[in-house]
């Protein structure tokens, strides 16, 4: 057995993920008592649920550098969550914080997640992957990914990520 094979085959076979939407317009909407579709933290829930995974918390934080570190380190000390997954932020407006907000944060990036990520994107979209910022990265035995906030782009960043996730955490709590 190769040894990459040989630690995707240590890990644990149960993961627990914690979804998170960054929004500012969802959050205000959510903040105002009015109805907002979430349809990419819905297809990242169905996405981890499909591959036999649970999912237990979501949450909806604006655009906003302190909101976001907030709840990211509130969920790497929660013993209940093994991997952290945000949707939106990733682009080059302005308002397009998440990147900056759950960079410092992590322990190792994992640079490749990035690469195959707009690899793949290319291949569906074209040049306009070269303005995503995905990103994947582990810290306090966690793993963390942050991926643009479409449906398509959630399941593009998941079908890489899911099926590495096990070996993913085994090597960080190595």
């Known amino acids: 057995m190769k040894p990459h094979e040989e630690h995707r085959s240590r890990g644990p076979r149960e993961l627990s993920f914690w979804v998170v939407t960054v929004s500012t317009s969802r959050y205000e909407a959510m903040a105002s008592g009015k109805n907002y579709a979430d349809e990419s933290g819905d297809r990242a829930v169905a996405l981890i649920s499909q591959a036999g995974y649970k999912v237990v ?5 604006k655009d906003d550098v302190v909101m976001i570190r907030g709840i990211l380190m509130d969920l790497l000390r929660r013993p209940d969550v093994d991997v ?25 990036e994992l640079e490749g997640f990035g690469d195959v990520f707009r690899l793949r994107s290319y291949q569906e979209v074209g040049t306009a992957a070269i303005m995503s910022r995905a990103l994947a990265g582990v810290s306090n035995g966690k793993l963390v990914v942050v991926l643009p906030g479409s449906p398509n782009a959630v ?19 190595s």
């Open 57 to 61: 918390g979501r949450s909806l934080v």
């Open 84 to 108: 952290v997954v945000f949707t939106g932020g990733t682009g080059v407006a302005r308002t397009d914080v998440t990147v900056e907000a759950v960079r410092p944060l992590l322990e190792k």
């Open 155 to 173: 399941e593009t960043g998941l079908g890489i990520i899911l099926p590495e996730a096990p070996h993913i955490i085994y090597l960080a709590r």
